[in-house]
């Protein structure tokens, strides 16, 4: 399931450019074109899904593959190794969470400080 009018589901189907981390049957990852740290890249399931807020327990099987491939491209994309090094996962979700692109995506950020943001 996507959404012809949303800007990441275009993306998941090639039809705007993107930076490409990482794809499978599940899901897209490319780095973020606005980034808040060296390394900065979002995951982002291939079925639309608007936030957080609509995550329930059918879901648990994506979100754990998302967060389990989270720390691999971190590293591979630059980020130090654990403890010294590190990366964060934030997740935004609606308007008062700062959440722009109603697509559930998870934003990975790492490398060395300070960061723009955060």
Not at 12 to 34: C, M, Q, T, W, Y
Not at 37 to 64: C, E, N, R, T
Not at 108 to 114: D, H, Q
Request: with cysteine.
């Amino acid at each position: 399931m996507h959404d012809p009018n949303c800007l990441f589901c275009k993306i998941i189907a090639g039809r705007l450019p993107s930076k490409k981390v990482h794809e499978d049957e599940e899901i897209f990852a490319f780095h973020d074109i606005h980034p808040w740290a060296p390394v900065h890249f979002l995951l982002v399931p291939k079925l639309h899904i608007p936030s957080m807020a609509q995550v329930d327990a059918g879901h648990a099987g994506l979100l754990g593959r998302m967060m389990a491939l989270a720390p691999r491209l971190a590293l591979e994309q630059g980020c130090n190794p654990y403890p010294e090094g590190g990366f964060r996962i934030v997740v935004n979700t609606g308007g008062e969470g700062g959440q722009e692109i109603h697509h559930l995506h998870l934003h990975v950020m790492g490398g060395p400080r300070p960061w723009l943001k955060g």
